[in-house]
């Protein structure tokens, strides 16, 4: 299995990491991209020339033609305005996977470090989930819940938590037998206190920068669950459906796949290079490990 | 000797005709084959594999007449007694010959499921083998469409199997795959979803008369057909260009382009007829329990613009209006001016404020996996929001709308209000078979209107005696579907088919079939 | 060191149990009837009902559980509910082209990205190392169905060097195999040159620091000794890791590689019986690949003492 990060103290590196000069130049560009995906999205109701969701099935599969910068999709739909809504839930479901996934895995992480006889039934069942190919997995919780927003979140968070579980627990076991947590619990300290004060800080900078690895890779498996036939409806754009429905028509009209797809690939890439950057900043011995 | 002698000469003089190399068609269908029993399914791909291996008695030709196929009939004066003989020659798969017992388990399976032969069941008197040839089928009342409901090529013709094979319950799957057709199944080969081998049956005895739809002669020129499924046309339309198969049963017309100019390939309406898509209400339950949203629903749509987003070339789409389709001898457009010409938008809001409709959202069923069924929802869904509607457009995999369709239940807790769904034109062209005209409440199909005018309307249909008078009932049906809300047609589309110019003679059926077609090496 | 095997073998069971539990759950709870989709467009709901009968849906579901489980412990895998095929037929008969690329893909991106991440440590902060680390990054971010239709308007339609789709059996020949199965191997293979790239890269700066290392340069070894003998053995490690965990990200690539190539697989074989609700065909799949998952990893624990010395049990 991978290696676990050891635990490193406290809050200093995420201060540390505050202070952005210490970024190269690679991250910085990564930043500035990411910075300007991020505002075109934000502001994609205002940017966009078209209404998303409105079509013109007689001006269908077009080239780029005025008004229409990237041309129309097969119901006449104007390129651009989507692909720029489409980043909205893309991101909200990238970081909502995120967040609800670090905060899950770092609760059942708790408990299965801190307490001996929950840790094994834990720790087996999260074998179990992890052992299960997360896109069939994916797959298969879309299809119990329906292609909604919100079953999509579930589906690419579910197979995430087991990762961030080993983490947690793997942090907490080693943080338990420091000294000054010992002490707390030689002092009685009460349980949620301990876990509060002394143990979520030595979570935080290894959660932080897998939280960016696990955002980056849910945009990415939104994506692969809409090229399969599991993403959400096309009157809610995403960067993944709108290549799912662009794929039919990749020969005559790549652009349906181009577009958003450098959109998203810019994206994640941008995400991806932070969270490098992010880990180096926080935790130098993570970065001998993983370059 | 001397017959042994012709015999080898007649054979190597045939050889050498067609060369010794073994032709093989491999064709790219519609849809993956799954299941192997035509009677518990009614799926189109099924239906095919089954024109390959099994034989009917009498078959429809190019101007929807029954003609004989497996069996000669005759109709006693009181139109009670039909009596079909069957023809000589005729050999299930494993050898043995057919008998009319093997004919009459058949039919009577068939009879079980298939709602004309439901409706004939419900008149039968008797149906036996009088002896190994003869059928003897008497009715308790004349019933004259009895032997279009039998030549019939959709949905669900009966196809005779040996009787062992027909004894099986007609809910549990067949795991028997003998028949009398022109091709033999080639079970090992058998990829569930993605490949089907058949074998030319050297013991079928076509008829004399040149092939003509479903009837006529059987002749095959081939030694083995595959058909192959491929996740995406594109695939296919790649595979066609490179010669990997010969055949693409269901062209995507947005994709036509990629195929012109290469001289090797030749583009072509296979059959005249084509396909309706049509919208379904559920009248159990609000919005769609009023007569005048129903109507709201119907003006606020236009077939163009599901056309074009569906299929995009207008060479393959027909605006039509007709609930038995257009170019078929009962279809009428009566009713249907705003569907076809558009400009009902005021209507319908009208309509909707006339009948109080609350705002109540429309649960509209979306199937994403299904490319024949997924932009019609999308366009369905826009314009009732033009129309003033409040819709839930819910996108959903094809297995969960087929599973969902058949709850009763209130939209809110599993049911739902609208879905889209495709026939081929010769299922719906018949009041009697079309599925969306039957007004028997829990007994309808998905939707379950409870509809007395339209059942007492098919009645004067089944007792009308000549073409004409059946011609002014369908119309007067037309008007009443129309104005009820029975369906929305949105109109008749042909998705082309391409070959490989090697490929020839084929027969432009609704039903794609292999025997009579040639392939040049 | 046998106890250590043992045990660890044994480990796998209650892991497998769970599986088995949950993709039974998971799949039963799943809206959708296969009697559904079998009986077609013009079944009523008695018909459907009877079908459903037949095909033992109705039962509770502890029942059909230990039905399930116990016919699974005589290895029946059961019988497809929509083709009426036995599973493990249907699975035997898709599980080669699967393998067969699964293995070129291996193959291919360990004999790209080692090499790729040697070049990358040893020419440290040079343009290399950033070429090196930039597609390493790359290769994480562009979805791999946008990878294959890139490679095929690249490779097959413009360059016309490969098939568009399709696969031919390593029997019918190398040539055919490799010229159906190179496009996508090299498609699934940019996810893992990534990781193994960086995963290497990382190792062997780590390891190029050590003492002995520096012994072996001082003692004159030539560089490559240095490079490949000391160095990435005791790198390997790390890149096994790699390789194990990297075999869910494969599984996930299979499914998507095999529906743009059209490769007759099981991982196409595992979408279309989701969306057909073709249980016994899906438990089955989701229980292979699971113990698959667990078997490989459990070999590369266990290599570890090989590879590395310093590891015992």
């Known amino acids: 299995m991978s290696p676990i990060p050891p635990p490193t103290s406290a809050m200093q590196p995420v201060l540390r990491a505050l202070r952005l000069p210490q970024f190269g130049w690679g991250s910085k560009i990564a930043a500035l991209v990411l910075a300007v995906i991020v505002v075109l999205t934000l502001l994609a109701q205002w940017i966009a020339p078209h209404d998303p969701l409105t079509m013109n099935p007689l001006a269908r599969l077009k080239g780029p033609i005025e008004g229409h910068p990237l041309g129309t999709d097969n119901f006449g739909r104007d390129i651009f305005s989507r692909v720029l809504i489409g980043g909205q839930l893309s991101l909200i479901i990238g970081i909502a996977t995120a967040v609800v996934s670090v905060l899950i895995g770092l609760v059942i992480g708790m408990v299965a470090g801190f307490f001996r006889t929950a840790d094994a039934i834990i720790m087996r069942m999260m074998d179990a989930l992890m052992a299960i190919p997360s896109i069939l997995l994916a797959i298969a919780l879309v299809a119990l819940n329906g292609p909604s927003v919100g079953s999509v979140i579930a589906a690419i968070t579910i197979p995430e938590i087991p990762r961030v579980v080993r983490l947690v627990r793997a942090v907490v076991l080693a943080a338990r037998e420091e000294p000054y947590v010992e002490a707390a619990i030689a002092l009685g300290t009460s349980m949620p206190k301990i876990l509060v004060r002394h143990l979520v800080p030595n979570t935080l900078a290894p959660l932080i920068v897998q939280g960016t690895y696990i955002l980056a890779s849910a945009i990415l498996t939104e994506a692969i669950l809409s090229f399969l036939g599991a993403g959400v409806s096309t009157e809610t754009p995403t960067w993944g459906n709108i290549m799912a429905e662009g794929r039919m028509f990749f020969r005559i009209k790549p652009e349906l796949i181009l577009y958003p797809g450098l959109a998203l690939s810019l994206c994640i890439l941008s995400i991806n290079l932070l969270g490098d950057a992010a880990r180096d900043m926080l935790d130098p011995r993570l970065k001998k490990r993983a370059g | 000797m001397f017959n042994r002698l012709t015999a080898t000469l007649l054979a190597s003089t045939m050889l050498a005709g067609t060369a010794w190399a073994e032709t093989t068609v491999k064709a790219v269908m519609h849809s993956g084959l799954r299941v192997l029993d035509p009677v518990i399914t009614t799926a189109h791909i099924t239906r095919n594999h089954a024109y390959m291996i099994y034989d009917v008695l009498i078959a429809q030709d190019s101007q929807f007449q029954p003609q004989p196929q497996m069996a000669d009939w005759a109709v006693s004066d009181d139109q009670l007694t039909y009596t079909f003989t069957l023809r000589d020659g005729l050999t299930f798969h494993d050898g043995t010959p057919v008998t009319a017992a093997d004919a009459v388990a058949s039919l009577k399976r068939w009879g079980q499921k298939d709602a004309g032969g439901q409706v004939i069941m419900d008149r039968t008197a008797s149906l036996e083998a009088t002896d190994d040839k003869t059928i003897t089928w008497t009715l308790t009342e004349p019933f004259v469409p009895m032997l279009d409901m039998l030549s019939k090529q959709s949905a669900l013709p009966p196809f005779i199997m040996p009787a062992r094979v027909a004894e099986t319950s007609a809910d549990e799957a067949i795991?028997?795959?003998?028949?009398?057709?022109?091709?033999?199944?080639?079970?090992?080969?058998?990829?569930?979803?993605?490949?089907?081998?058949?074998?030319?049956?050297?013991?079928?005895?076509?008829?004399?008369?040149?092939?003509?739809?479903?009837?006529?002669?059987?002749?095959?020129?081939?030694?083995?057909?595959?058909?192959?499924?491929?996740?995406?046309?594109?695939?296919?339309?790649?595979?066609?260009?490179?010669?990997?198969?010969?055949?693409?049963?269901?062209?995507?017309?947005?994709?036509?382009?990629?195929?012109?100019?290469?001289?090797?390939?030749?583009?072509?309406?296979?059959?005249?007829?084509?396909?309706?898509?049509?919208?379904?209400?559920?009248?159990?339950?609000?919005?769609?329990?009023?007569?005048?949203?129903?109507?709201?629903?119907?003006?606020?749509?236009?077939?163009?613009?599901?056309?074009?987003?569906?299929?995009?070339?207008?060479?393959?789409?027909?605006?039509?209006?007709?609930?038995?389709?257009?170019?078929?001898?009962?279809?009428?457009?009566?009713?249907?001016?705003?569907?076809?010409?558009?400009?009902?938008?005021?209507?319908?809001?009208?309509?909707?404020?006339?009948?109080?409709?609350?705002?109540?959202?429309?649960?509209?069923?979306?199937?994403?996996?299904?490319?024949?069924?997924?932009?019609?929802?999308?366009?369905?869904?826009?314009?009732?929001?033009?129309?003033?509607?409040?819709?839930?457009?819910?996108?959903?995999?094809?297995?969960?709308?087929?599973?969902?369709?058949?709850?009763?239940?209130?939209?809110?807790?599993?049911?739902?209000?609208?879905?889209?769904?495709?026939?081929?034109?010769?299922?719906?062209?018949?009041?009697?078979?079309?599925?969306?005209?039957?007004?028997?409440?829990?007994?309808?199909?998905?939707?379950?209107?409870?509809?007395?005018?339209?059942?007492?309307?098919?009645?004067?249909?089944?007792?009308?005696?000549?073409?004409?008078?059946?011609?002014?009932?369908?119309?007067?049906?037309?008007?009443?579907?129309?104005?009820?809300?029975?369906?929305?047609?949105?109109?008749?589309?042909?998705?082309?088919?391409?070959?490989?110019?090697?490929?020839?003679?084929?027969?432009?059926?609704?039903?794609?079939?292999?025997?009579?077609?040639?392939?040049?090496? | 060191m046998l106890g250590y095997i043992l045990r660890r073998i044994l480990a796998v069971i209650p892991v497998m149990l769970l599986v088995a539990v949950f993709v039974f759950l998971l799949l039963r709870l799943t809206p959708g009837d296969p009697a559904a989709i079998i009986a077609g467009d013009m079944a009523t709901p008695a018909q459907l009902e009877r079908i459903r009968e037949a095909m033992g849906l109705n039962q509770p579901l502890h029942i059909q559980f230990v039905t399930w489980l116990g016919r699974l412990m005589q290895g029946d895998l059961g019988v497809s509910l929509i083709s009426n095929t036995p599973v493990s037929a249907m699975i035997a008969d898709r599980m080669g082209p699967t393998f067969a690329i699964a293995i070129l893909t291996i193959l291919m991106s360990v004999a790209m990205a080692v090499p790729m991440g040697v070049l990358a440590a040893w020419k440290h902060r040079s343009g290399a190392d950033y070429a090196v680390m930039t597609f390493s990054v790359l290769g994480f971010s562009v979805p791999v169905f946008v990878i294959g239709y890139l490679f095929i308007l690249i490779f097959s339609l413009k360059l016309g060097w490969f098939p568009v789709q399709g696969y031919t059996p390593v029997g019918s020949g190398l040539g055919a195999f490799l010229s159906n199965a190179f496009l996508p191997a090299l498609t699934l293979s940019t996810i893992y040159i990534a990781l193994i790239a960086r995963m290497t890269r990382a190792n062997m700066l780590e390891v190029l620091g050590e003492d002995y290392i520096r012994t072996a340069r001082a003692k004159g070894a030539p560089e490559r000794t240095v490079l490949f003998r000391h160095a990435l053995k005791n790198a390997a490690v790390p890149i096994l890791t790699v390789i194990g965990s990297g075999f869910a990200l494969l599984i996930g690539g299979v499914v998507v590689t095999e529906t743009v190539f059209n490769i007759p697989g099981i991982g196409r074989l595992t979408v279309d019986a989701i969306l057909a609700r073709d249980y016994p065909v899906i438990q089955a799949m989701i229980l292979l690949t699971s113990f698959l998952y667990v078997l490989v990893n459990l070999l590369i624990d266990l290599s570890y003492s090989f590879f590395d010395p310093r590891i015992r049990y």
Not at chain 2, 270 to 277: D, I, K
Not at chain 2, 432 to 440: D, V, Y
Request: with cysteine; proline share 7%; glycine share 8%.
């Open chain 2, 175 to 521: 795991t028997d795959y003998t028949g009398s057709g022109p091709f033999r199944f080639v079970e090992e080969e058998f990829q569930p979803g993605l490949t089907v081998v058949y074998e030319k049956f050297d013991e079928y005895v076509p008829r004399d008369e040149p092939a003509d739809w479903m009837a006529g002669g059987k002749v095959v020129n081939v030694d083995r057909v595959e058909w192959v499924n491929m996740p995406d046309i594109q695939t296919a339309v790649n595979a066609l260009s490179g010669g990997e198969i010969d055949y693409i049963e269901q062209m995507q017309v947005d994709l036509l382009p990629l195929l012109e100019g290469d001289p090797n390939i030749v583009v072509e309406k296979r059959e005249p007829t084509g396909m309706q898509t049509m919208v379904r209400m559920n009248f159990l339950h609000p919005p769609f329990d009023n007569q005048q949203i129903r109507q709201a629903a119907l003006k606020a749509i236009q077939q163009e613009p599901v056309l074009a987003a569906m299929v995009g070339n207008p060479e393959y789409y027909q605006v039509c209006g007709a609930i038995m389709g257009c170019g078929t001898p009962l279809g009428s457009e009566v009713g249907t001016e705003t569907l076809t010409q558009g400009g009902g938008v005021e209507e319908a809001k009208a309509l909707l404020e006339e009948a109080g409709y609350d705002g109540t959202p429309v649960v509209l069923m979306a199937p994403t996996d299904m490319v024949a069924l997924a932009t019609q929802p999308v366009v369905v869904s826009q314009a009732l929001r033009e129309a003033g509607f409040t819709v839930d457009l819910q996108p959903m995999d094809w297995q969960t709308l087929v599973t969902r369709r058949a709850s009763q239940a209130a939209p809110a807790e599993g049911g739902w209000n609208i879905f889209i769904t495709n026939w081929m034109v010769p299922e719906i062209s018949n009041p009697i078979s079309n599925p969306m005209l039957n007004g028997r409440g829990d007994d309808a199909w998905f939707g379950w209107p409870t509809d007395e005018k339209v059942e007492e309307l098919k009645e004067n249909f089944i007792d009308a005696t000549d073409a004409e008078a059946q011609k002014a009932v369908a119309e007067e049906i037309q008007a009443h579907a129309i104005d009820n809300g029975l369906l929305i047609p949105l109109g008749q589309y042909t998705l082309p088919q391409a070959r490989r110019a090697g490929i020839t003679d084929m027969i432009n059926s609704p039903v794609p079939v292999f025997w009579n077609l040639q392939k040049a090496e």
